[in-house]
């Protein structure tokens, strides 16, 4: 299933989201254009051995600490961008109207740190190779924003693209469906596969599971995003 709109409209400009949107897509032409995919994933990625202080390779260019930031504004490939700053455009305007900018700031942030966190605490307790994969991608903080979405808006409708085998097909979905299913399909994938295909699937559940957390204490007083 692909989205491709909602039919919740908003009052404000999204700023917020619009400017997390550039700055991903100006980290990964840096990353495309300058120093290479490869390398940036060196310098920026977030490898779970170094953050829990394990004697692994060589000595991380960045503090491990800060790769917790900066590996939210990394990307492995066109699809995976593609992918992430098509859920971010169309779940987080309406939430960062809901929260207003410099708290939806603060959301998105705390929702990927979370998810980062939960990242690296499944590979601990799984090892292997996980351990010494670097950690890249929005998705995690994208993730909590799927789940304020979900909490706030579930009568929301989303326009989406559902392949059935050799067909094609547009259908409307209410958001807590289509979310819902969402979120059930990366727990699956976190219980049965972990960062298998090199999906980071518990980065997706700790962001979520953060995001309706944040979303529930966070989310404005006021009755008007409970009518949808």
Sequence with gaps: ????????????????????????????????????????????????????????GPPALLPPAATVLTSMFLHGSFLHIGGNMLFLWIFGNNVEEAFGHLRFLAFYLVAGVAAA?????????????????PMVGASGAISGVLAAYWLM???????????????VKLLYLPAW??????????????LLGGG??????????????????????????RRSWASW
């Design 1 to 56: 299933m692909i989205p491709l709109k909602d039919d919740l409209p908003t009052t404000r400009p999204a700023v917020v989201t619009v400017a997390l949107i550039a700055v991903n897509v100006a980290v990964f032409l840096w990353q495309e254009l300058g120093v290479g995919l490869e390398a940036s994933v060196r310098i920026g990625g977030l490898v779970p051995a170094q953050l829990l202080g394990y004697d692994f």
């Design 196 to 221: 298998a295909g090199g999906v980071a699937f518990m980065a997706h559940v700790g962001g979520f599971v953060a995001g309706l957390l944040l979303a529930f204490l966070w989310r404005p007083r």
């Design 117 to 133: 966190l939960a990242q690296t605490g499944a590979s601990a307790l799984t090892g292997g190779n996980e351990l010494i994969v």
């Design 177 to 190: 469906f289509f979310l819902g299913a969402w979120f059930v399909l990366q727990l699956l994938g976190a």
């Design 153 to 167: 808006f579930p009568r929301a409708r989303v326009l989406t693209v559902i392949f059935i085998v050799i067909f």
